[in-house]
C-alpha cells in the first residue's frame, strides 16, 4: 500500500512538473513550471495565456484544443500550451499581458514573439508551420476571397482608389457575425475575379491589432459593414444599407460597381461592356472605310485613358474592330462559336469561363441583330470610362 501510495505522489509531481494534458492535447502550466516547459526547454511552443472569466478565451479555447490536436505527433518538436494569466499574474506581467486572450510563439531559442494572426484554426496552424517548418493534420480549405485587415494594412486596401471596398467588422464571439460569416465568404468568392473592381474584406475585432479601426471607425454595433467607394470625392464610408442575403450583396454590388455577376458566380450578358464602347461597336460594322477609322480613333482614346476593368475591356473592343475590319463581319460569328465551344469544356477554369463570356458579350454588340429577347432587356448604364 505504501509503495504504491509512494509511486502514486512520484507520477504526480513528474506529472505537474511536466504540465498538465487531462482530456486535451494541449500542455497547461502554471508560473512555477513555465519555464522548464515553454522557456528552457528548447522546443519550440506557441502559448495561450488566458484568464477563465473571458468570453474571448472561452472561443478560443475549442480551436486551441484542435490545434494542439493537429501537433499531437509532433509534441517533441512543437508544444501548444496555455497559461492561465490571471491566476499566474507573475508570467502575465513578465510578458506584457494587457488583454486576454494574448498568443505568444516562443522559437526554442530565447526569442519570443506575439502571435498576430486571425485566430481560426487554418490561420494559427499556418502560422504554426510557417515558423516551424512542421506541416499540421489539418485539411486546408481554398484560401478565404475576404480580405483580413489590421490598423497597419487598413489603408492601403480600403481607400485604394480603383476599386469598391466592402469591409465587414466582426468579432468571434458574435453570433450575428458567425450568422453572416458563410454569406460574406460565398459572396466573396462570387466576385473572386473580380478583385480590380471590387474587394470584400473584414476586420475581426476580436483579434490582436485592429483596435485603432475599431476607435476611428466608432464601431459599437457588430456586425458592422462598411462601404469604400472607387470615388475620390467621396472622403468617407459608406454604411452598407441593403439586405444580408447573398442575393442582396450580389444586387447592391452589381449596382454600385456596374458588374453583372449571378447568385451562381456566372457572369450575365452586360458583363465586360461599357455604354459608350457599345456606342462605338453598334455602328462599326455597317460604317464606310473612313468611319471605321474614325471609330477606332476614338477606341484608341478610351485605351488610352482606362484603367482596371475598362482598360481590359476597351482592348478587346479595339482588338475585335480590328479583326472585323480585316476578316469581315462574318469573323463575328465563328469566333462567338469557338469561344462557346471553349465555355462548355468541362476542363475550363472560372477563370477562363470568365474572359470567354466577357468576350462573347463584346463581339455580339458589333451584330445586335444577333441578341436575344433576354439580352435586348439588359440595358448598359454604366459610367464612362
Given amino acids: 500500500m505504501k509503495f504504491c501510495q509512494n509511486l502514486l505522489t512520484s507520477v504526480s509531481i513528474l506529472f505537474l512538473a511536466a504540465g498538465s494534458v487531462i482530456g486535451s492535447n494541449v500542455i497547461e502550466v502554471t508560473q512555477d513550471n513555465f519555464s522548464s516547459v515553454v522557456v528552457d526547454s528548447g522546443i519550440p511552443t506557441i502559448v495561450d495565456i488566458y484568464a477563465s472569466w473571458c468570453g474571448h478565451c472561452k472561443t478560443l479555447s475549442p480551436i486551441w484544443d484542435k490545434l494542439a490536436g493537429a501537433y499531437a505527433d509532433k509534441s517533441s518538436k512543437i508544444q501548444v500550451v496555455k497559461i492561465d494569466g490571471d491566476l499566474n499574474r507573475d508570467i502575465a506581467d513578465e510578458y506584457g499581458v494587457t488583454s486576454f486572450p494574448t498568443l505568444k510563439y516562443f522559437d526554442g531559442k530565447g526569442n519570443v514573439e506575439a502571435v498576430e494572426v486571425p485566430r481560426d484554426l487554418e490561420s494559427l496552424a499556418s502560422f504554426v508551420a510557417k515558423k516551424t517548418g512542421i506541416p499540421s493534420n489539418i485539411k486546408r480549405r481554398a484560401p478565404s476571397a475576404v480580405i483580413p485587415l489590421f490598423d497597419d494594412t487598413f489603408d492601403k486596401i480600403a481607400y485604394d482608389p480603383t476599386k469598391t471596398v466592402i469591409v ?14 458563410p454569406t460574406f465568404e460565398k459572396v466573396a468568392d462570387i466576385y473572386r475575379y473580380d478583385s480590380d473592381s471590387v474587394v470584400l474584406a473584414e476586420v475581426d475585432t476580436s483579434g490582436i491589432g485592429t483596435s485603432e479601426l475599431i476607435k476611428r471607425f466608432s464601431i459599437q454595433n457588430l456586425p458592422t459593414i462598411l462601404v469604400f467607394p472607387d470615388d475620390d470625392s467621396i472622403t468617407e464610408p459608406i454604411k452598407y444599407p441593403g439586405g444580408r442575403s447573398a442575393e442582396n450583396f450580389v444586387e447592391a454590388i452589381n449596382n454600385v460597381v456596374g458588374l453583372d455577376r449571378n447568385i451562381d458566380g456566372t457572369l450575365g450578358f452586360a458583363a465586360g461592356r461599357f455604354k459608350e464602347l457599345d456606342e462605338i461597336s453598334l455602328q462599326f460594322v455597317t460604317a464606310s472605310p473612313e468611319e471605321r477609322k474614325a471609330l477606332l480613333e476614338k477606341l484608341d482614346k478610351f485605351v488610352e485613358r482606362g484603367v482596371g476593368s475598362e482598360l481590359n475591356s476597351a482592348k478587346i473592343y479595339r482588338r475585335y474592330a480590328e479583326k ?32 470567354m463570356k466577357k468576350k462573347i458579350n463584346i463581339l455580339k454588340t458589333f451584330a445586335p441583330t444577333s441578341k436575344t429577347d433576354e439580352e435586348s432587356k439588359d440595358e448598359i448604364s454604366r459610367d464612362e470610362l
Avoid at 466582426?170 to 450575428?176: D, E, P, R, S, V
Avoid at 480585316?326 to 474572359?355: F, M, N, P
Fill in 324 to 355: 472585323i475590319s480585316t476578316l469581315g463581319a462574318e469573323y463575328i460569328t465563328k469566333e462567338i462559336d469557338r469561344l462557346s465551344a471553349i465555355i462548355k469544356k468541362a476542363s475550363t477554369s472560372r477563370a477562363k469561363t470568365d474572359e
Fill in 168 to 181: 465587414a467588422f466582426t468579432a468571434q464571439w458574435c453570433g450575428h457575425c458567425k450568422n453572416l460569416k
